[in-house]
């Protein structure tokens, strides 16, 4: 036992530590990243943007989890699998990730810091997992518990349904990362034993001349990698190699099963499985110097900057599959943007940087960090987003729990691991990616160094790197230029800046202002730095106007505002009339941006002069007075509330969206037997769809129902007559699940009764237009409109009207 320890600690301490985990990297090991990452637990922030982050993950975010954990049944889904528990799973076969990613973010943030509670919690946690694995190293409490009737998802025998939905290799996938990160915290075995007991079964179990399944929802390729590095097994690598050669092609777009990897060229199909598999891809390439994953992943990366990626950094823009949408198609109110799908695009764009060394792939790991991330969380950390749209009329609000708990554990799994993303080395070259207030000490081949920032970044662009080398030594640092300080906010065309204006950047080295060369966009200071020496880099903080390029149909007419490495939005609470869909700004208008400490845990705030469109009948939007608007970070939104939030700003007023004049639908109370009680504010909030298909507004939907009876119902603020009623459909087939209704009727309330209606018209059902049905006039207070969903599909609502 102790042999084995001494031996792990040694391959550690040799170079194959697991990537952003501790130990320090004295040497490269061969075949690997050529630019490996500054290990988080060398990395002590001290800056009052991210520090409070990870302290509230660590006070707040982690004991919530547990508690909900505990609450919510996962801890018993491993109790009844163990036999020492009777009683029901929880929903899904997935959920035994939730505690993984808990124990995984609990042992990054011991590293931070020690608390011996928690370590010793974790510990009964670890033997309550372990109790639930069965003799040979499965473990899976699904199917171990032996339930009367198994869940829909699991096969009659193991792994039989992976390929669909059962999730027992995605289970361990999140095993290994967990298990790999507590023995990196704690030195213990207990947990990775049990991981090693369970990998060593699918070395067994899968194989070339073994079984031939592929992992339906990718991880367990990555959490094989970290296997490898942490133990020198090589079975795990060449097993992480297999699940991604014997994929596709054959299979569904939806889990990238429809080609070999190595002939993908488009990100498709749900994002977060796709981006962990371009991560284990780029994982495996480099532990392995194969090419054609390099290519499929090159390729991919570029359609994504070039033609699917939010201005938020967000991916994975259409809920339907949770999936990447079509090029360009990035809509904003119904955008999905998965919160693990950015964090799934952080660690696929800090493998891209590792194997390139190109700082473009920071800038898109910056922008997701900042934004589209940071967003899943609240201030408070204990309130969530799954999708991060990037508009809203008030229908989103951050949740306490899912009962689809993915994005909730994978946040705080990744919060503690941020100081990782900071520096990078290959050798005597040394990478500073992000600016953040903090001391590290780095181990280069030449000396050890010790560097300090001190920066107000992301406020402010001021930067100081103090540099200590044990003596003085030559080597070379490399200080990104961010793409936003230099000409493009993200390296691609699909957005632009406004302003082509662009202030240079100055560095100076001690106090005196130098010349600087740049490669792959970093300034590189190749010297002989002694004890003391002090850079300074001063990034220019001006606003800019982000547009995007033309084939971006939901971002026409309209810019986005963006400091720094922060996009900013208008929320309703700062507006007047709380109103956000129908403000105007000029292109040329200025802005002007004050940091307040008082707002939102301390917030630069953008101020402006804008317009409020307004509707005229029968002519163009009209414009009010002008009037003072306000715009916040992004990431801060729906911290005061829910109510109407923008992050695409129209110029002109052809694309704003009046508040319309109230009729008897949009003064309704609305219900519906929908799931998402949030959703049916779409059918009364008068937007007008494009046509059935359009994302770019809300809809209702039943989705994943089929061949069901369904309800929206109208409660009215007082009796009106009616005579006429009009539905907008959302028909998003072929590549969706909603469909046009089978049929459908109007019932009214005749005191307690609910009444068909007499229609003297047919119940029309067509696409891409309004269905009217004229019925003889009845008065009441509440009418029900009744959906049959159609065999094979779900429906839903655009919008409902009533006359
Ligand atoms: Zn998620």
Not at 26 to 38: E, K, L, R, W
Not at 135 to 157: C, M, N, Q
Not at 262 to 291: C, F, I, K, P, S
Request: glycine share 6%.
């Amino acid at each position: 036992m102790s042999m084995q320890r001494k031996q792990l600690k040694r391959i550690v301490a040799s170079g194959a530590a697991s990537l952003l985990l501790s130990g320090a990297i004295a040497q490269q090991p061969t075949g690997d990243y050529p630019i490996q990452p500054v290990a988080f637990t060398q990395v002590h922030l001290t800056d009052n943007f991210w520090r409070p982050r990870l302290e509230t993950n660590a006070n707040v975010t982690i004991p919530y989890i547990l508690q909900k954990c505990r609450e919510e049944g996962r801890i018993n889904n491993f109790l009844i699998a163990a036999g020492k528990k009777k009683g029901k799973l929880t929903a899904f076969p997935f959920d035994d990730t939730d505690l993984y990613k808990l124990l995984e973010g609990a042992s990054y943030s011991l590293q931070e810091k020690y608390d011996a509670k928690l370590d010793r919690e974790m510990d009964t946690l670890i033997q309550i997992i372990g109790d639930a694995q069965e003799p040979d190293g499965y473990l899976y409490t699904f199917r171990t518990a032996h339930v009367d009737k198994p869940h829909e998802w699991i096969g009659s025998k193991r792994w039989e349904k992976d390929e669909e939905l059962s999730h027992e290799l995605y289970n361990c996938g999140h095993l290994y990362e967990s298990a790999v990160a507590h023995y990196e915290a704690t030195g213990k075995r207990t947990f990775l034993n049990i991981a090693i007991k369970n990998a060593d079964l699918l070395v067994k179990t899968f194989g070339p001349d073994k079984l031939h399944i592929y992992p339906g929802h990718q991880i367990v390729e990555l959490g094989l990698v970290k296997m490898y590095r942490v133990t020198g097994k090589k079975e795990y690598l060449d097993l992480a190699k297999f699940f991604l050669d014997v994929r596709g092609p054959g299979g569904d777009a939806y889990n990238q099963a429809d080609k070999k990897v190595v002939d993908q060229n488009e990100a498709e199909g749900h994002a977060v499985r796709a981006t962990y598999m371009y991560t284990g891809m780029a994982d495996v390439a480099a532990l392995t110097g194969d090419e054609g994953y390099l290519h499929a992943i090159d390729t991919i990366w570029n359609n994504v900057a070039d033609k699917k990626l939010y201005i938020t950094g967000g991916i994975g823009a259409t809920g339907n599959g949770e999936a990447f949408g079509a090029n360009y198609d990035l809509p904003n109110m119904s955008a999905y943007a998965e919160t693990c799908a950015a964090i799934a695009n952080v660690y696929w764009n800090l493998r891209m940087f590792l194997l390139h060394g190109d700082a473009k792939y920071m800038d898109v790991l910056e922008r997701t960090l900042y934004n589209g991330l940071l967003s899943g969380i609240s201030l408070s950390g204990n309130r969530f987003f799954y999708p991060n749209p990037l508009a809203s009329v008030g229908q989103h609000q951050r949740s306490a729990w899912f009962s689809c708990a993915c994005c909730i554990t994978n946040m705080t799994r990744f919060l503690p691991s941020m100081p990782g993303y900071i520096y990078a080395q290959d050798k005597n070259d040394l990478f500073v990616n992000l600016f953040v207030s903090n001391n590290a000490t780095i181990k280069l081949p030449a000396a050890d160094v010790k560097l300090t920032q001190q920066t107000d970044y992301p406020w402010q662009g001021k930067v100081n790197i103090t540099v200590e080398p044990t003596k003085s030594t030559a080597f070379a640092l490399h200080i990104r230029i961010p793409g936003w300080a230099a000409d493009k906010p993200i390296p691609s065309d699909l957005y632009s800046f406004i302003s082509t204006i662009k202030p240079a950047i100055p560095i100076y080295l001690n106090g005196k202002q130098i010349d600087y060369t740049t490669d792959k966009g970093y300034a590189v200071l190749n010297r002989t730095w002694k004890k003391g020496d002090k850079i300074t880099v001063d990034f220019p903080m001006q606003v800019e106007k982000v547009t995007a390029i033309d084939s971006v149909k939901a971002d026409k007419g309209r810019f986005a505002l963006q400091r720094g490495p922060i996009v900013y939005c208008l929320e309703g609470t700062d507006q007047k009339d709380s109103t956000v869909q129908s403000i105007v700004i000029d292109t040329t208008a200025a802005i002007n941006a004050v940091y307040k400490p008082d707002i939102l845990n301390g917030i630069t705030t953008l101020t402006t002069q804008g317009y409020i469109a307004t509707k005229v009948p029968k002519a163009d939007n009209a414009l009010s007075a002008k009037q003072t608007i306000t715009a916040i970070p992004y990431y801060s939104w729906n911290n005061r509330g829910s109510g109407e939030m923008e992050v695409w700003i129209p110029y002109t007023a052809e694309v704003a969206r009046p508040k319309p004049s109230p009729t008897i639908a949009s003064k309704a109370k609305v219900t519906s037997s929908a799931r998402s009680k949030l959703m049916v504010k779409a059918v009364n909030d008068q937007f007008e769809p494009a046509d059935s298909k359009d994302q770019s507004t809300n809809y209702l939907h039943w989705w994943p129902a089929k061949d069901t009876t369904e309800w929206v119902q109208y409660d009215f603020d007082k009796a009106y007559t009616i005579s006429q009623s009009k539905v907008y459909w959302y028909d998003d087939k072929p590549w969706g699940g909603c469909d046009l209704p089978a049929s459908w009727q109007l019932l009214y309330k005749k005191g307690d009764e609910w009444v068909p209606v007499k229609n003297t018209t047919e119940y029309e059902i067509a696409k891409d237009k309004y269905d009217a049905v004229q019925f003889e006039p009845v008065t009441t207070t509440a009418l029900r409109l009744v959906v049959q969903l159609p065999k094979n599909d779900a429906t839903g609502i655009h919008e409902w009207i009533v006359e």
